[in-house]
């Protein structure tokens, strides 16, 4: 049966977490997937996965928690930072270096804070960089949650609870220095105001000049009011302002784009002048005997494989403007537990979110390529100007200046009932959901010579004025503004979502032994789409505004879960779910369609768990299945002025899928031992359009492997009066794809990398002192697969932080 029949703190961190402040005094029976907490508290609750009373040992779903133990021995204060602490959870291979793009089992994640909106993952338009400043932990979980959270992505949801308030006095202050002249202040205050009224107030400001002068300045201010109405009721108030500005790197370190295939099958590195050979039609640049064995001699054997390395530098364009974003949140939580047996959370969130900036893109080096069954068709191929070949120019570059302003409302509510039906404890669960997003997007554009429009008398309406850069290793920079340039509107748009939702939840604890869970949502999703016209030289059939448009769909979303324990230090666990999500947050709506298929998302998982030493060490080991399917693409046959009813026009059965296996482990082996392993294997292919050369392809950015520990010694040295504390990780991530056909470098990767991190820290009663070592041999690697290359990994660095709690 269950381990406990009624906790404050499980329900509320099943709803919202938002009632962990008042319940110490159950704290010691829950159960939860964290070693970084204290001795016998490896295992606690899966509250954001079923939003149950279920221990972890009965959830049929797979879930990983992060608290700020081990959030802090890391050292870590960005969402990014922490992706090693869980399996599954990578980089986007194509997110331009702008904000948080992460996914899930190589699909995409959504973001909250205690369950709420916390800003969609929008990849390469517009993305907040979230902070940990004032999150007490990181819970994620893995697959579809549209029944029990709104719009849900197909890879889960990475849920960010934050710190509340306390009635027990406590005030801390932090500083922290670092490499690349990085500091930060931070000051956290909690206290009773009242018996019945407690605030929070957290404050921090940051900067850094940052790895390769990627700057970035941050100021973030939180605010919460917790009142207690009495022993059942709480109402709590809270407030967040965040304002950062973060350098743009859009393009990293490209791969030198050079097509195998076409030069006799040879790499870069074995390919000689005379195997470079021009387009038998005439068609295309054609080089001459001297400018082929120019361009050879220029090769490397990475070139079209791997990044061309710039070393600590890199082509990141003084006219690139960093992102100024800013955020504020506010949002009312209400708990009443109605009865022992009843209980009620809403929520309701108002959100906005401002981002502006401007960045590179296209800046990539042709070599040699086909295009269009052409070799080197221009602009896509080496720039020769006036008879001079220069073989590490780049062409067909773009700026793009993105304005973008998002807001949004939620509304949850979740309604529990305990009860005993015979012998079997039942859990009941009915909520509803309410979002409401309203986007209203911007971009203007410029580009080099290349860039060419005519209108349909041939007549050329707009040329490129950017200056080309004749060598990516020293850069020759345009001068002056964006605005110089003469730039085009190519994006002006509104784009609302309103979704909602009404579900209903069981779980039976039926014998010792068996546990099941049962789920099913019927949900709505509604978009619509305003046009404002963009300039008439990009697109004369898109320079009026349009009326808006609209599409609808609806249908049931569902779970399926059981876990059988044969012992109490073993169980099994199977899930099936299925979710529904917006096709294209972003996207424009063409027409009036009505209840066109939105995309939605299967997941199947087949998992095992043990427990180990007394309950110190939890580990599981979860074998699944995930994709995201009905996603659109163009019917070939379609001709808009010919073809008949009877030919559709785009077809709705693509998908992107990834199978494999996944371990995480954590353990408290005793008072000197912790430890934290994961990895995973996984195979991300992107199957949605079998029309395309990409069909059936490894996802852009999406090892097969990652895997990561980190372990934390506590040694008594020196005679100090408390243990020191030792630790240190290691993260491998395998190669990652960024295979592009079209760009003539299908067989483009990241390489993999193996990096490791130390630390060493202090605690007395009052003081902390800890000092961080990353990449402590200094590897070189890539952090992240770009659209066309990688992110250059941080060379070692070291970061001293203190603080002092009052």
């Not at 996207?587 to 997941?603: F, H, L, P």
Request: glycine share 8%.
């Amino acid at each position: 049966m269950k381990k406990f029949k009624y906790s404050l703190l499980t329900l509320a961190c099943l709803n919202a977490h938002a009632a962990i402040a008042a319940t110490t005094s159950v704290e010691d029976d829950i159960e939860r997937i964290s070693v970084y907490e204290k001795q016998n508290r490896v295992v606690m609750s899966s509250g954001l996965a079923t939003k149950s009373d279920m221990s972890l040992m009965q959830t049929p779903a797979p879930v990983v928690v992060i608290d700020r133990e081990l959030i802090e021995s890391q050292g870590v204060d960005s969402l990014q930072d922490l992706v090693r602490n869980v399996s599954g959870l990578t980089q986007a291979g194509n997110n331009y270096g702008i904000g948080d793009n992460l996914v899930i089992r190589g699909l995409d994640a959504n973001y909250t804070y205690d369950g709420m909106y916390g800003g969609a993952g929008l990849g390469n338009t517009f993305n907040p960089t979230r902070s940990l400043t004032n999150v007490e932990s990181v819970e994620v979980l893995k697959g579809p949650a549209t029944g029990l959270y709104g719009i849900g992505s197909a890879g889960g949801v990475i849920n960010l609870i934050e710190k509340k308030p306390e009635f027990e006095e406590k005030h801390k202050v932090a500083a922290e220095l670092g490499q690349w002249d990085s500091y930060s202040l931070s000051f956290d205050s909690t206290n009773a105001i009242t018996d019945d009224l407690a605030y929070r107030v957290m404050a921090k400001t940051a900067s850094s000049d940052g790895f390769r002068d990627l700057k970035e300045d941050r100021d973030e201010i939180y605010t919460s009011l917790k009142y207690v109405l009495n022993d059942r009721q709480n109402i709590i108030l809270s407030a967040a302002y965040i304002k950062d500005e973060i350098a743009v790197d859009s393009i990293g370190h490209p791969i030198r784009i050079y097509n195998a295939e076409t030069a006799n099958g040879l790499s870069a590195g074995e390919v000689t002048g005379a195997d470079l050979v021009n387009d038998p039609t005439g068609s295309g640049v054609q080089l001459s005997d001297a400018q082929r064995d120019q361009l050879a001699n220029s090769l490397s054997a990475s070139d079209g494989l791997t990044p061309y390395s710039f070393g600590t530098n890199g082509i990141i364009s003084p006219m690139a403007d960093a992102n100024e974003g800013e955020e504020l949140r506010f949002k009312l939580t209400h708990n009443y537990y109605i009865t022992d047996d009843l209980f009620l959370n809403q929520q309701l969130q108002y959100r906005n979110y401002t981002s502006s900036f401007a960045r590179q893109t296209g800046a990539y080096n042709y070599v040699y390529s086909t295009r269009s069954g052409i070799i080197n068709n221009d602009p896509r191929a080496p720039l020769v100007e006036d008879g001079v070949l220069y073989p590490f120019a780049a062409r067909r570059q773009e700026y793009r200046q993105v304005e973008a302003d998002e807001k949004s409302w939620q509304y949850f509510l979740d309604l529990r009932y305990d009860f005993m039906l015979g012998d079997v404890d039942n859990e009941l669960l009915v909520n509803a959901n309410y979002e409401d997003r309203d986007i209203r997007f911007k971009q203007f554009s410029i580009w080099d010579q290349d860039y060419v429009l005519t209108n349909n008398d041939g007549d050329v309406t707009y040329q490129g004025s950017l200056p080309y850069i004749y060598d990516i290793r020293e850069p020759n920079w345009p001068t002056g503004n964006f605005e110089d340039y003469d730039p085009l509107k190519t994006s002006d748009y509104n784009k609302k979502v309103q979704a909602w939702g009404l579900g209903i939840q069981h779980v039976g604890y039926i014998t010792e032994e068996l546990t099941t869970r049962i789920g099913v949502a019927y949900n709505r999703i509604e978009q619509t789409y305003e046009h404002f016209g963009v300039d008439e030289r990009y697109s004369s059939s898109r320079a009026e505004p349009t009326p808006e448009a609209s599409t609808s769909d609806s249908g049931l979303t569902y779970n399926l879960g059981a876990t059988y324990q044969p012992s109490e230090d073993l169980s099994v666990f199977v899930n099936h779910s299925k979710g529904r999500t917006a096709y294209s947050v972003l996207g424009s709506v063409a027409g009036n369609e009505a209840d066109r298929e939105d995309s939605e998302s299967i997941s199947n998982d087949l998992g095992f768990r043990f427990k180990a030493f007394d309950d110190q060490l939890l580990a599981s080991v979860v074998v699944f299945e995930s994709a995201r399917t009905n996603l659109e693409y163009a019917n070939p046959l379609y001709d808009a002025l010919t073809s008949g009813s009877n030919v559709p026009e785009s077809y709705y059965d693509g998908k992107e899928q990834t199978k494999g296996v996944e371990l995480d482990l954590n353990a408290y082996l005793n008072d000197k031992w912790k430890v934290n392993v994961n990895g995973i294997y996984q195979d991300a292919r992107d199957k949605s359009n079998p029309n395309s050369s990409s069909y059936d392809t490894r996802q852009k950015g999406v090892p097969y492997v990652t895997a990561s520990t980190w372990v934390t010694y506590y040694a008594d040295m020196f005679n100090l009066p408390e243990a020191v504390n030792i630790s240190g990780g290691i993260t491998f991530v395998d190669n990652r794809s960024t295979n592009s056909s079209s760009f003539s470098i299908p067989d483009g990767y990241v390489p993999s990398y193996t990096i490791y991190d130390t630390a060493v820290s202090y605690t007395t009663d009052k003081w902390h002192m800890q000092l961080n070592l990353n990449n402590l041999f200094n590897k070189k690697y890539y952090s992240k697969a770009m659209f066309l290359g990688g992110m250059p990994g941080e060379e070692r660095n070291a970061k001293l932080s203190f603080s002092y709690t009052l």
